[in-house]
């Protein structure tokens, strides 16, 4: 394309499609007209034409954003003068054009920005050419106007050593000298400075100062590492008073940025203080706060309020209560502190997503109640009660409002309510008698309120609905306080109290039952199931005391004498909920949830077991009983996902006493084994309906999958497979045929498939006598094929769709073969030694599947890395003459995935790389040593051409060794002893490029450090002999521990490098 964009109107007419047109056809032309521009040789010099000569932003943001692409590019990166070149360009096209639009600016000080960071490293005649930043952005301001991630830590850890700190002094000097001004805030550039300025401090307050940070959108990591070096400015408590000032001074618009700035401050590290020295800051803080309380107004801008309630948070995440107590005015700000909280809950529509921050600052005191050794009072006991009073009853009162008013429901977002729930649950615990009371009396008033409405003829549906959200929120919040308990903190008496709020749910829930012929409220049926999930996590199972007092007022009130009873409660419950609710996918799933949690314990499964409502289960689970398991023509295929959690807890429960009954089994498998005639019926047919066809047979798979699970013992699990095996599996393989393109049918089918051949607690052991493991592999093997053959017949697929139509398939597949090959129940050695091709079809499937897909996905889609990643590690281990047997472009493929995945950052993928390459290096070593012996059989045909291969391309191997060095060396390496295994093979492999690498990294380091490096080389490597048995790696494995250690200490505090053309290669 680049031969067709002649002149720089044609580019800047692309330009402006790009960004203007709104014809979708016209844009994505000039996108990829301007792909292939950036591609091309003569990109650099047509940006420097279009920022010279351009006359819309439109391509001067282009020609930016081109630059930033070259100047970023790995692979045939610009060279050294070039770049500084554009980086002093770019500086004085900044100083000469005042005018430019803002994202134009923004683009180009991002491209100085880039350039200086990758160039961080780069020396010309001994001067660290990139690093005068502040010389160069100070001159400006007078004038008045992907590498890898190691090095990006490199570079960062550089410059926060030389340079960080005097930019946020500078930044503060700034400020003062701002405060101290009386600036002309309407005038557009001091406002636009000021507010930089701002942005500046907070940048440097949140600079990730020791590389944890890989999430910067999380909120959780309370802790700010400020370097030592930087004590002084925080020991002066002019440093933080200076922020309290600005807050007070400047306009509210400024405001939240000077509140964030002060949220980092007072989140810096406890260790950076002594004790009286942190004693001295938090006064200083608490002060600044006490008096922002003071003086209210500013809170009402949502930002403001926002950050203050950030603020608010971290006094109790980075203090502890016994050093909050001690400070002077601590009476009088827990005093504020409480009212403003209480101010803040009873205004519910204001700022709803700040309400997180106050609870979460009120559940740490309440939590810290018992551990608090201070002799200071606290005074949570007084004022913790007004917070929980405050959050009930605002809820309450919100309901009538929001129905009146027609406002979006909080209730309607349950990750919101839960996690509010959850911390209400704490500070509700803290003075428990109170919050108990005043649950009862508002339970009470809404209870008979609402069972008055029921039984009046004249009742208005809005007083109904009002009094049903008023318990809605009154059985969730007992749900939640009941959850709160801690069984060492907790006393006879808190039992007994929950004993009380236990019958009056429970009694509610007998009213609401009664009435559901007639109707049913969907958000007071799920506020219930939140209640029972809570109170069978504290009440019910093995390990509750039985004794508990609220047993008894619950057999004084309803007669529920023991937990078999009120089992018998919960199981009642399920069973109405999925009779009237079968429809209603929330609650049916989260019914079920409850099902399947109540079947995992020891105890209460056979407790279940016993009770007839189970036993009618067990007996009647068809769509007659339970309409969810209907296949009506209105849900989607993909609702049936919950059949798999009901027939899992359904096997648990079937298990108990199943034993070897063959007879009882067949009896339940009844409706199933129905299902699958049906199908068998409609397939020999060549008309049939497909979609119920469809709907019949995925249904089926997921209930069989939930059986299959739940059988993890052989007995019972043989029972299903002989039932499965030989008579149905043909129906799966055929379902496969017709609807290979259809994920929705094909991913329960395989899914299904995956779980048979798992070897799940060793359930699957075949008699000595019995072919059925071969058998079963050979219909793995059909499956695989089949479906892998015809999913590559699908063509181009929108990158949108490839994982759903294409990937996940193929990740189920990989997850198959992976549970087959490591399952231990087949000799693979029999399929060549009697020539049949079972193994070779499925191992010559997954070559294709895998060369299908880009390498790049593999990394971004976790589910298809995990389960292609686990499955190369057992070919690799157990295969290894498969994968030397391979064509050489898809072994480097293979070897380029495993070098992609060491620096993955899921763990596990990086873990299982590194046995992957551990066990090729280990093969290629033994391989190597018996070719150099003279005596011994000769190597195979595969073995050899695979030796050759990696002769003919060492880099992918040294590169290798590079990664892993790199990641012991300068990154926080997570799995050290998995990145030691390989390691001692690639460095005996690679003698000599080991030997220029580690002289490389030590002439990196400065000279007063370097024999240190050195030294620390020469231990790795004592006592290391040349061969790979597990004595000799053990020893290599203690070795690097050692060595990482002192590579550590050694280079602590040292602006240390690597040239960007050895470890970085």
Not at 428 to 457: I, N
Not at 557 to 570: A, Q
């Amino acid at each position: 394309m680049a031969d067709h964009v002649q002149s720089l109107a044609q580019l800047e007419n692309l330009c402006k499609q790009l960004y203007e047109t709104t014809d979708t056809a016209t844009r994505l032309q000039a996108e990829k007209a301007l792909v292939e521009f950036t591609n091309s040789p003569d990109c650099l010099s047509k940006c420097q034409l279009l920022l010279e000569r351009g006359s819309s932003s439109y391509s001067q943001l282009l020609a930016a954003t081109c630059l930033t692409k070259l100047v970023s590019r790995t692979n045939n990166p610009l060279p050294l003068e070039q770049r500084i070149d554009i980086r002093n360009y770019v500086l004085n096209y900044l100083a000469t054009r005042p005018k430019l639009a803002t994202f134009v600016t923004q683009a180009l000080i991002q491209l100085y920005a880039r350039i200086t960071k990758l160039g961080w490293f780069d020396c010309q005649k001994d001067e660290y050419v990139f690093r005068n930043v502040i010389t160069d952005v100070t001159r400006f301001l007078q004038a008045d106007t992907t590498h890898p991630l190691t090095k990006h830590r490199k570079i960062a850890s550089s410059f926060r050593d030389s340079s960080l700190f005097d930019i946020f002094t500078l930044s503060c000097n700034l400020l003062k000298q701002a405060s101290g001004k009386n600036l002309n805030l309407n005038d557009e550039s001091q406002h636009g400075l000021l507010m930089q300025l701002l942005k500046l401090t907070h940048n440097c307050l949140n600079f990730d100062f020791i590389g944890t940070s890989t999430d910067e959108s999380s909120d959780d990591l309370c802790t700010v590492q400020i370097p030592t070096s930087w004590r002084s400015a925080f020991l002066d408590s002019s440093t933080l008073q200076l922020f309290f000032d600005l807050y007070h001074s400047i306009p509210p618009s400024f405001s939240p940025l000077v509140l964030s700035c002060l949220v980092q401050i007072a989140s810096v590290r406890r260790s950076l203080f002594n004790n009286a020295e942190r004693a001295k800051f938090l006064s200083h803080l608490v002060d600044g706060v006490k008096r922002i309380l003071e003086n209210p107004q500013s809170l009402s801008d949502p930002n403001n309020y926002h950050e203050f309630c950030r603020l608010l948070a971290r006094l109790k995440s980075n203090y502890q209560l016994g050093e909050l107590v001690k400070v002077e005015n601590y009476p009088e700000v827990i005093r504020l502190i409480a009212n403003f909280t209480v101010t803040s809950l009873q205004h519910w529509e204001f700022a709803p997503n700040s309400v997180h921050y106050l609870l979460s600052l009120w559940q740490r005191l309440a939590a810290s109640v018992p551990y608090v050794k201070a002799t200071e009072p606290h005074m949570l006991e007084t004022y913790t009660p007004e917070v929980t009073k405050a959050y009930i009853t605002s809820r309450l009162e919100s309901v009538h409002i929001i129905l009146r008013d027609g406002l979006e429901d909080p209730l309607d977002d349950t990750g919101l309510v839960q996690q509010q729930l959850d911390q209400l649950s704490t500070i509700g615990r803290c003075e428990y008698e109170k919050t108990c009371a005043l649950l009862v009396q508002l339970f009470d008033q809404s209870a008979q309120s609402y069972q008055e409405l029921l039984q009046s003829a004249t009742a208005s549906p809005m007083d109904v609905a009002v009094q049903e959200g008023r318990l809605t929120w009154l059985v969730y919040i007992i749900g939640a306080v009941i959850g709160g308990r801690v069984s060492f903190a907790s006393t006879d008496e808190q039992d007994a109290m929950d004993g009380e709020l236990v019958c009056r749910v429970l009694q509610l829930m007998n009213l609401t039952d009664s009435r559901l012929a007639q109707a049913g409220n969907e958000k007071l049926e799920l506020a219930m199931l939140s209640f029972f999930e809570q109170f069978r996590k504290i009440y019910i199972g093995d390990q509750v005391q039985k004794s508990s007092k609220l047993y008894r007022r619950l057999s004084e009130v309803l007669g529920l004498n023991d937990e078999t009873m009120v089992l018998s409660v919960f199981i009642g419950k399920i069973i109405t909920n999925l009779k009237y609710w079968g429809r209603c996918e929330p609650i049916t799933s989260k019914t079920l949830q409850l099902l399947n949690d109540l079947s995992i314990g020891y105890s209460s499964v056979r407790k279940l077991v016993k009770l007839s409502a189970v036993q009618f289960m067990l007996n009647n689970h068809t769509s007659e009983h339970f309409s969810f398991l209907g296949i009506n023509n209105q849900s989607n295929l993909t609702d049936m996902r919950c059949r798999t959690t009901f027939y899992t807890a359904l096997g648990r429960l079937l298990m108990v006493d199943l034993g070897e009954d063959e007879d009882q089994y067949e009896q339940f498998m009844l409706p199933l084994t129905a299902a699958f005639e049906t199908v068998a019926q409609m397939f020999s047919t060549n008309t049939f309906n497909e979609q119920e066809a469809k709907r019949t047979l995925v249904g089926l798979v997921r209930d069989l999958r939930g059986i299959a699970f739940a059988f993890n013992a052989k007995t019972s699990f043989m029972m299903l497979f002989e039932w499965i095996y030989p008579s149905y599996m043909p129906i799966l393989q055929r379902a496969i045929e017709l609807w290979y393109h259809d994920p929705a049918c094909t991913t329960p089918v395989l899914k299904l498939m995956a779980e048979l051949v798992h070897n799940r607690s060793q359930r699957l052991q075949f008699d000595v006598s019995s072919p059925n493991g071969i058998l079963l592999f050979r219909e793995t093997s059909k499956m695989i094929t089949t479906y892998g053959n015809r999913i590559l017949t699908l063509g181009e697929v929108p990158k949108d769709q490839v994982y759903a139509l294409k990937l996940k398939g193929i990740s189920i597949c990989f997850s198959m073969l992976k549970a087959a090959l490591s399952g231990s129940y087949v000799n693979f050695g029999v399929f060549r030694l009697y020539g049949d091709d079972a193994l070779d079809n499925a191992l010559q499937t997954f070559i294709k599947l895998l060369l299908s897909i880009p390498h790049s996905d593999l990394l971004d889609y976790p589910k298809l890395s995990q389960s292609y990643y686990s499955l190369l590690e057992v070919l690799t281990q157990d295969h290894m003459n498969f994968i030397a047997s391979l064509e050489p472009h898809v072994i480097m493929y293979i070897l380029s995935s495993i070098s992609e995945g060491l620096t993955a950052l899921d763990t596990m993928v990086c873990t299982g790389c590194c046995s992957c390459l551990d066990h090729i290096v280990t093969y290629l070593f033994k391989q190597l040593s018996r070719s150099t012996k003279k005596r011994t059989t000769p190597l195979t045909q595969e073995s050899d051409r695979f030796l050759h291969i990696m002769q003919q391309h060492p880099e992918m191997i040294q590169q290798m060794l590079s990664t892993v060095l790199n990641i012991i060396i300068f990154e926080d390496c997570r799995n050290q002893w998995s990145m030691s295994r390989p390691l001692l093979g690639l460095i005996l492999l690679n003698e000599k490029y080991f030997s220029d690498l580690r002289n490389s990294i030590v002439n990196s380091q400065p000279p007063e450090k370097q024999q240190a490096m050195h030294l620390c080389f020469e231990n790795l490597m004592e006592g290391i002999e040349r061969n790979l048995l597990t004595k000799n790696r053990d020893r290599f494995t203690q070795n690097l521990s050692a060595f990482r250690r002192e590579v550590n200490d050694s280079m602590k505090n040292s602006t240390y490098g690597v040239n960007s053309n050895d470890m970085m290669s």
